[in-house]
């Protein structure tokens, strides 16, 4: 048995001598609890607004992207698209093209993006999943059809089932120059089958069209894309798949990955997570000090016991370990607790989404995300063990100069 770990449990249970001394040692572990729940509860928050941010980005982009090296358009053909069917993890990929356009709808402009896709579109990303209003056209043989973003619906006030179709210019490869619009521009009209809505840089920014449509205004031929978008099989890692596919396809391709499409919003979030980590680090080694005073606070209590135990034989480091372990306990009772508390908290929330985002108006979504991860629980209770060892630590450093100095004084 390790006498200082019995010793100190029994102190940590038992009623102290003066009550004062229970109030402190009460007080230190309501202040690590309380600073472990909220870290929990913040630290669920940043992951569901993180989950929700990457749900929202693959209902439009893919987990991997290929794009040329040269030049903004590529060649698709048969034998490139088979050694894209027979790479290990590709769970499926669609042929995308995408330019900027004019839209002119009654009188009224707007420049935006089209971007043509194939049949594979909506199983390589979930994107039929993001209509609000209407229908994906890949349910019918019409081509000069498409749906668009709730942003541009709003501009150029038009919905679905319009009689009257929406104007799309492009400029004329090698004519940017001309006077003459009508030679400057090729021209097509769609019907907008549907109204998609995924958050404000996409709404405002898209209209999704079949990519004969596309190719057809771009005058482009049947293999011509812009990029190939591919969706990985589930236990498949995109790193993995990103590395066989740049073997096999060659150099002269560009392949990313979803967090790569977007590294400087996800470098944000970790930043983000990372800095509040820090900031509630500090705010539980100022609410452990508390702590510290509660071991000094039960050093003086039990003076009696300590000389006990030193006139029974028991050595300077066990007796140093005794009010350690007791301070380590308390911080240890008070993460752990602080931990379900967060938890049981962040799975109410969860569940039954209580907390609202304001009014929910002009939100994603009308309720805080929340998302508690295993790997943020180990965290947080390997930085609050650390900070209570430590400052269980200090003020044993005390206690052992003074049995040092009682030792000395009784040897003289």
Not at 94 to 112: P, R
Not at 351 to 365: A, D, P, R, T
Not at 375 to 404: E, H, Y
């Amino acid at each position: 048995m390790n006498l200082p770990f019995y010793i100190a449990k029994r102190y940590l249970f038992k009623k102290k001598t003066n009550n004062v001394v229970n109030i402190i040692a009460l007080i230190s572990v309501f202040g690590v609890a309380i600073g472990t729940t909220a870290l929990v509860i913040v630290l669920s928050v940043f992951n569901g607004f993180e989950e929700l941010v990457t749900n929202l980005y693959k209902s439009f982009e893919p987990d991997i992207k290929i794009t040329s090296l040269h030049g903004k358009t590529m060649q698709a053909d048969s034998v490139f698209l088979n050694i894209l069917a027979k790479t290990k993890g590709v769970a499926s990929y669609s042929k995308v093209l995408e330019e900027k356009v004019l839209l002119h709808y009654n009188e009224k402009q707007y420049v935006a993006t089209i971007k043509g896709v194939d049949s594979f579109f909506d199983e390589t990303t979930g994107f039929d999943k993001t209509i609000k209003n209407g229908a994906y056209f890949y349910n019918t043989p019409q081509k000069n059809i498409g749906v668009i973003g709730q942003g541009i619906s709003y501009m150029l006030s038009v919905g679905v089932n319009n009689t009257k179709p929406i104007q799309v210019f492009v400029p004329k490869k090698g004519l940017a120059g001309s006077l003459n619009s009508k030679d400057a521009f090729s021209r097509k009209a769609f019907y907008p089958t549907g109204v998609f809505s995924i958050q404000a840089d996409f709404d405002a920014k898209y209209i999704v069209t079949p990519i004969e449509f596309t190719q057809e205004l771009l005058g482009a031929n049947k293999n011509e894309v812009s990029a190939i978008e591919i969706k990985t099989n589930s236990s498949a890692s995109h790193m993995s798949v990103k590395k066989r596919l740049k073997k096999l396809i060659g150099e002269q391709y560009i392949v990313l990955s979803q967090v790569e499409l977007h590294e400087a919003l996800f470098k944000m979030m970790k930043t983000e997570k990372i800095a509040v980590i820090i900031i509630f680090t500090f705010i539980l080694i100022i609410a452990t000090f508390t702590m510290a005073s509660a071991i000094i606070m039960l050093i003086i209590d039990k003076e009696r016991d300590i000389l006990t135990l030193t006139n029974l034989g028991m050595d300077l480091n066990k007796i140093q370990k005794v009010y350690f372990f007791n301070g380590f306990l308390n911080s240890c009772i008070g993460s752990i607790a602080g931990m379900l508390i967060g938890t049981t908290v962040s799975w109410i929330q969860e569940k039954f989404k209580i907390i609202k985002l304001g009014s929910g108006e002009g939100f994603v979504v009308s309720y805080y995300p929340v998302s508690v991860n295993a790997t943020d629980l180990l965290i947080i209770f390997t930085i609050i063990t650390i900070v209570g060892a430590l400052m269980s630590f200090i003020p044993t450093i005390t206690l052992r100069r003074k049995l040092l100095n009682t030792y000395r004084r009784t040897k003289s």
